[in-house]
Nanobody
């Protein structure tokens, strides 16, 4: 079974940057999985629903929420087993838990991002 693990969250001041990682594991089934199925990042603030932040699809195209356009970049490495979310110009509204997700398959456990002065 494919599993996802996020990392890279933490505490940062407004205007700062973080780079989140999402690593897939689970043997041969996880090999190149992000190229096959794509990968998405979601943000959940407090008790709000999870919202799509960014996605990269199997064809390499990307999609971003309006709130992060120009600030966040989603990417995947050559092995297509690790995905990243580069987050720049962070603001307090970016605070929350960030999850990666393979569409229709599985979620990671999330990583906390806190933006505060």
């Amino acid at each position: 079974q494919v599993q996802l693990a996020e990392s890279g969250g933490g505490l940062v001041q407004p205007g700062g940057s973080l780079r989140l990682s999402c690593a897939a594991s689970g043997g041969r089934r996880s090999e190149g999985i992000f190229r096959l199925y794509g990968i998405s990042w979601y943000h959940q603030a407090l008790e709000n629903p999870r919202e799509l932040v960014a996605a990269i699809y199997s064809d390499g195209s990307t999609e971003y929420a309006d709130s992060v356009k120009g600030r966040f970049i989603i990417s995947r490495d050559k092995t297509n087993n690790t995905a990243y979310l580069q987050m720049d110009s962070l603001n307090t509204e970016d605070t929350g838990v960030y999850y990666c997700m393979i569409p229709g398959m599985t979620w990671g456990q999330g990583t906390q991002v806190t933006v505060t002065s």
